[in-house]
């Protein structure tokens, strides 16, 4: 009931809010698209029953590889005959934590200048550390008790790594080259492809990424 210039403040201002709420509800409905994806991309674990535990065993007492894995191995051993615990393994990065960023090139037998570099995740897996999951290798088989000693250099690498780096070929026995950025100057470890893994986020609040598995 104002004036005519009025009026048109009111008029102009109703279709700015009109116009801002549209796009409020634009990327209200973009952001549950990406939630709905993240939430399915993350349901292929059931976290529920899941228990994590930190554990670094004292220097002093372990001081050799091979005393810190004849620890775990007990541990491990101890888990599945004393508790009800179904299923255990041991691992340096569980999923939605933190994931070191490791180095990476497919080996095919060039000199390293040619191999194309990227950055994987570097996840170190135990025994049956998949089956603890609730989740099954895809393509190849699990590790087993032979993997990770000497002569039996193994991998295993998630599908968004083989579809990315392997296209449509098969992974299964590839060789692939991995190694610590911050052992500068160190030999990468080279390893044979024995699966492929589902793809699983391994550090939150970041998009999925290629993840190398390497035998504990």
């Not at 088989?141 to 579809?163: K, M, P, T, Y």
Request: hydrophobic share 45%; charged share 15%.
């Amino acid at each position: 009931t104002g004036t005519s210039g009025a009026r048109r403040w009111t008029s102009a201002l109703l279709v700015a809010q009109l116009a801002f709420t549209l796009i409020l509800l634009t990327g209200a409905a973009l952001l549950m698209r990406s939630f709905l994806a993240v939430y399915r991309a993350d349901a292929i674990v059931d976290a529920s029953p899941i228990m994590t535990y930190s554990l670094r065993p004292p220097a002093a007492k372990y001081p050799t590889p091979a005393a810190r894995i004849a620890f775990f191995d007990h541990l491990l051993s101890r888990l599945g005959a004393d508790t009800p615990v179904q299923s255990a393994s041991i691992t340096n990065a569980w999923p939605f934590g933190y994931t070191p960023q490791w180095r990476a090139a497919i080996d095919d037998g060039s000199p390293s200048d040619d191999r194309v570099a990227f950055t994987a995740s570097y996840v170190t897996a135990g025994p049956r550390y998949f089956e603890t999951l609730g989740l099954t290798v895809v393509q190849g088989r699990d590790f087993d008790e032979l993997d990770g000693r000497s002569g039996h250099d193994a991998a295993i690498v998630n599908q968004l790594l083989a579809a990315r780096w392997f296209g449509g070929a098969d992974p299964i026995g590839r060789r692939i080259a991995f190694a610590d950025p911050a052992a500068r100057g160190a030999k990468p470890f080279v390893a044979t492809i024995v699966g492929v893994s589902p793809t699983l986020r391994q550090t939150v609040l970041e998009d999925l990424s290629p993840v190398i598995y390497a035998p504990l």
